[in-house]
């Protein structure tokens, strides 16, 4: 069994701050937990709006709190995003996600993350990354 909680995590190598502001999060479930997919609590800052395209994980977004919109580019379909809201990138779909308030999330990937992972500069991240 594994228990571990949010704010202990978050004091540890656990917690990621993206290098350009726009969020960060506390990885609770690793690659090498196992499971065969990684969760994480995120938050994204107010006013963030930047491009990802998980080019090499599926993930599912829960928001927990906040408010915005993820933009799907291939049609340019604007989704609302507020608490309650869950949104899954089955297709590798390549988005634009903005902050009108700072969200809340709760991310699931598979494969699961090791850790370090931080947007590449596709908007993904990569299959190979060290383990923390």
Same mark, same amino acid.
């Given at each position: =069994?594994?228990?571990?909680?949010?704010? !202990?995590?978050?004091?540890?190598?656990?917690?990621?701050?993206?290098?350009?502001?726009?969020?960060?999060?506390?990885?609770?479930?690793?690659?090498?937990?196992? =499971? @065969?997919?990684?969760?994480? *609590?995120?938050? *994204? +800052? $107010?006013?963030?709006?930047?491009? =990802?395209?998980?080019?090499?994980?599926?993930?599912? #977004?829960?928001? =927990?709190?906040?408010?915005?919109?993820?933009?799907?580019? !291939?049609? &340019? $379909? #604007?989704?609302? *995003?507020? !608490?309650?809201?869950?949104?899954?990138?089955?297709?590798?779909?390549?988005?634009?996600?903005?902050? +009108?308030?700072?969200? $809340?999330?709760?991310?699931?990937?598979?494969?699961?993350?090791?850790?370090?992972?931080?947007? &590449? $500069?596709? @908007?993904?991240?990569?299959?190979?990354?060290?383990?923390?």
């Amino acid at each position: =069994m594994i228990v571990r909680t949010l704010a !202990e995590a978050a004091q540890t190598n656990r917690k990621i701050v993206s290098p350009d502001g726009n969020w960060d999060s506390t990885r609770l479930l690793l690659k090498d937990d196992n =499971m @065969g997919f990684s969760f994480h *609590i995120t938050t *994204i +800052f $107010k006013g963030a709006d930047f491009q =990802m395209h998980y080019q090499n994980h599926l993930e599912s #977004v829960y928001c =927990m709190s906040g408010r915005g919109e993820i933009v799907r580019l !291939e049609d &340019n $379909k #604007v989704f609302p *995003i507020e !608490e309650g809201t869950l949104y899954i990138l089955d297709k590798h779909d390549k988005h634009i996600l903005r902050a +009108f308030e700072e969200m $809340k999330l709760a991310c699931v990937f598979n494969p699961p993350l090791n850790g370090k992972e931080v947007h &590449n $500069k596709e @908007g993904a991240y990569e299959l190979v990354a060290d383990t923390i």
